[in-house]
Protein backbone atom coordinates (compact mmCIF):
# COMPACT_ATOMS: atom_id res chain seq x y z
CA UNK A 1 0.00 0.00 0.00
CA UNK A 2 2.91 2.36 0.77
CA UNK A 3 4.02 1.75 -2.51
CA UNK A 4 1.01 3.02 -3.90
CA UNK A 5 1.05 5.94 -1.98
CA UNK A 6 4.64 6.92 -2.54
CA UNK A 7 3.71 6.94 -6.87
CA UNK A 8 -0.08 8.30 -6.31
CA UNK A 9 2.03 11.45 -4.47
CA UNK A 10 4.94 11.37 -7.24
CA UNK A 11 2.50 11.53 -9.97
CA UNK A 12 0.76 14.02 -8.24
CA UNK A 13 3.50 16.51 -7.77
CA UNK A 14 5.16 15.66 -10.78
CA UNK A 15 2.16 16.70 -12.60
CA UNK A 16 1.33 19.96 -10.49
CA UNK A 17 4.95 21.08 -11.36
CA UNK A 18 4.49 20.17 -15.23
CA UNK A 19 1.51 21.83 -15.40
CA UNK A 20 2.65 25.45 -14.32
CA UNK A 21 3.30 28.15 -17.05
CA UNK A 22 6.90 27.64 -18.16
CA UNK A 23 9.29 28.28 -21.16
CA UNK A 24 8.47 24.72 -21.57
CA UNK A 25 4.12 24.95 -21.49
CA UNK A 26 4.20 28.35 -23.24
CA UNK A 27 6.49 27.07 -26.44
CA UNK A 28 3.86 23.63 -26.99
CA UNK A 29 1.07 26.30 -27.24
CA UNK A 30 2.90 28.38 -29.38
CA UNK A 31 3.56 25.30 -31.79
CA UNK A 32 0.06 24.16 -31.68
CA UNK A 33 -1.26 27.91 -32.88
CA UNK A 34 0.85 28.89 -35.37
CA UNK A 35 1.40 25.39 -37.36
CA UNK A 36 -1.04 22.47 -35.92
CA UNK A 37 -1.73 20.24 -33.21
CA UNK A 38 0.21 16.87 -34.77
CA UNK A 39 3.20 19.13 -34.64
CA UNK A 40 3.18 20.31 -30.83
CA UNK A 41 2.04 17.03 -30.21
CA UNK A 42 5.63 15.57 -31.43
CA UNK A 43 7.24 18.41 -29.41
CA UNK A 44 5.38 17.26 -26.14
CA UNK A 45 6.56 13.92 -26.67
CA UNK A 46 9.68 14.80 -27.33
CA UNK A 47 10.01 16.81 -23.59
CA UNK A 48 8.24 14.01 -22.20
CA UNK A 49 11.25 11.75 -22.94
CA UNK A 50 13.53 14.10 -21.30
CA UNK A 51 11.11 14.33 -18.44
CA UNK A 52 10.85 10.37 -18.18
CA UNK A 53 15.16 10.30 -17.97
CA UNK A 54 15.35 12.95 -15.82
CA UNK A 55 12.67 11.46 -13.75
CA UNK A 56 14.62 8.26 -13.56
CA UNK A 57 17.82 10.35 -12.33
CA UNK A 58 16.63 11.80 -9.77
CA UNK A 59 15.70 8.87 -8.34
CA UNK A 60 18.89 7.76 -8.47
CA UNK A 61 20.24 11.02 -6.89
CA UNK A 62 17.86 10.31 -4.10
CA UNK A 63 19.07 7.11 -3.75
CA UNK A 64 22.52 8.26 -3.50
CA UNK A 65 22.18 11.39 -1.23
CA UNK A 66 20.07 9.17 1.50
CA UNK A 67 22.73 6.25 1.66
CA UNK A 68 25.76 9.77 1.63
CA UNK A 69 24.78 12.19 3.45
CA UNK A 70 28.06 13.73 3.38
CA UNK A 71 27.67 14.30 -0.27
CA UNK A 72 24.69 16.65 0.59
CA UNK A 73 26.65 18.93 2.60
CA UNK A 74 29.53 19.01 0.21
CA UNK A 75 26.92 19.87 -2.72
CA UNK A 76 25.64 22.51 -1.16
CA UNK A 77 29.44 24.26 -0.57
CA UNK A 78 30.20 23.51 -3.79
CA UNK A 79 26.55 25.21 -5.13
CA UNK A 80 27.40 28.31 -2.21
CA UNK A 81 30.58 29.20 -4.66
CA UNK A 82 28.99 28.61 -7.89
CA UNK A 83 26.36 30.77 -7.05
CA UNK A 84 28.89 33.38 -5.65
CA UNK A 85 30.86 33.14 -9.07
CA UNK A 86 27.69 33.30 -11.19
CA UNK A 87 26.69 36.53 -9.02
CA UNK A 88 29.97 38.61 -9.36
CA UNK A 89 30.01 37.40 -13.60
CA UNK A 90 26.70 38.81 -14.04
CA UNK A 91 27.03 41.83 -11.78
CA UNK A 92 30.35 42.20 -13.67
CA UNK A 93 28.48 42.35 -17.45
CA UNK A 94 25.11 44.37 -16.26
CA UNK A 95 27.86 47.05 -15.68
CA UNK A 96 29.22 46.52 -19.42
CA UNK A 97 28.04 48.86 -21.98
CA UNK A 98 25.19 46.52 -24.03
CA UNK A 99 25.18 46.20 -27.93
CA UNK A 100 22.27 45.20 -29.65
CA UNK A 101 22.54 41.53 -30.64
CA UNK A 102 20.54 41.22 -33.97
CA UNK A 103 18.66 37.81 -34.10
CA UNK A 104 17.24 35.78 -36.99
CA UNK A 105 13.85 33.52 -36.04
CA UNK A 106 15.43 29.73 -36.39
CA UNK A 107 12.39 27.55 -37.33
CA UNK A 108 12.77 23.70 -36.46
CA UNK A 109 11.59 21.73 -38.89
CA UNK A 110 11.45 18.86 -36.23
CA UNK A 111 9.32 19.27 -33.15
CA UNK A 112 10.36 16.24 -31.49
CA UNK A 113 14.03 17.41 -31.79
CA UNK A 114 12.94 20.88 -30.61
CA UNK A 115 11.09 19.06 -27.83
CA UNK A 116 14.17 17.45 -27.03
CA UNK A 117 16.32 20.11 -27.22
CA UNK A 118 14.65 22.57 -24.60
CA UNK A 119 13.53 20.11 -22.35
CA UNK A 120 17.38 18.92 -22.02
CA UNK A 121 18.15 22.84 -21.13
CA UNK A 122 15.35 23.01 -18.67
CA UNK A 123 17.43 21.23 -15.61
CA UNK A 124 15.25 22.79 -12.98
CA UNK A 125 13.00 19.68 -13.27
CA UNK A 126 15.84 17.67 -11.37
CA UNK A 127 16.01 19.12 -8.19
CA UNK A 128 12.31 19.14 -8.56
CA UNK A 129 11.95 15.45 -8.67
CA UNK A 130 14.53 15.13 -6.26
CA UNK A 131 12.83 17.51 -3.32
CA UNK A 132 9.26 15.26 -3.77
CA UNK A 133 10.94 12.03 -3.37
CA UNK A 134 12.91 12.92 -0.24
CA UNK A 135 11.42 11.70 2.70
Known amino acids: M ?17 ITPSMLNMTALKISL ?9 YALGVATIVLIQTYLAILLTKYITENPNFLASLEKVGIVIFIFLSYYF ?3 S ?9 KKVSSKNPFIKGLTLSSLNMFSI ?6 QQP
Not at 2 to 15: E, N, P
Not at 34 to 42: F, H, I, P, V
Not at 95 to 103: G, L, M, Q, V
Not at 127 to 132: D, G, L
Open 34 to 42: EKNEKEAKL
Open 2 to 18: IIVLHFFFGFFFSFVGS
Open 127 to 132: PFFVEQ
Open 95 to 103: KNDKKPIET
Open 91 to 93: YKE
